[in-house]
């Protein structure tokens, strides 16, 4: 019968990936199982253990074992995401399980802080990353993962590429942190 608890995860960070647990645990979230689509799809949704409210929408996955895991493979389609207080925190489409089309991520106070074009799973087309307080910002165009035009700031003062290139890359890997508070 559905819904039912699916899997635990831990909390949502970026250091610990939200990984399997067996039990709820404070910071995490629980994944309810909502039954299969008219494809024979899963469609589920996942919501955080400390307040019951929902982390993202119904998500849609056709490899059954992404009930169980949270990097899903097989997800599918528009999937947003959201914080313990049910402000928008991501939206992002995904195909087979990798980004594909344009995402965007939110701070707590609701302003675009990063925006990816991708396909599959490849950076492609306009990115835009600002940190945490908007002072550092770098922006450009890449083409299957390569970038092809591209400008950063610091503080008013534009850098140069070498510098704008190591601030997308730090960007990519780290700047998101915050999202998962």
């Not at 390569?146 to 070498?162: F, H, Y």
Request: hydrophobic share 25%; aromatic share 12%; charged share 25%.
């Amino acid at each position: 019968s559905f819904p039912r608890v699916s899997a635990y995860f831990g909390p949502p960070d970026a250091d610990n990936q939200a990984q399997r647990v067996d039990q709820p645990t404070p910071g995490g979230f629980y994944r309810m199982s909502l039954g299969p689509d008219d494809r024979g799809c899963e469609r589920f949704q996942d919501f955080y253990q400390d307040n019951g409210s929902r982390q993202s929408n119904e998500v849609t996955t056709c490899d059954p074992d992404d009930l169980t895991r949270w990097d899903g493979q097989g997800f599918e389609g528009l999937i947003l995401g959201y914080r313990p207080t049910g402000q928008l925190r991501t939206r992002q489409t995904l195909y087979l399980g990798v980004p594909h089309g344009r995402d965007h991520y939110y701070d707590d106070r609701g302003r675009e802080r990063i925006s990816v074009s991708w396909q599959h799973g490849q950076v492609h087309g306009a990115f835009r990353f600002k940190d945490i307080n908007g002072r550092v910002r770098v922006e450009g165009v890449a083409h299957e993962s390569e970038v092809r035009q591209i400008r950063a700031w610091k503080n008013g003062r534009k850098l140069s590429r070498t510098q704008a290139l190591a601030l997308y890359n730090q960007a990519r890997q780290g700047w998101y942190a915050d999202m998962f508070r």
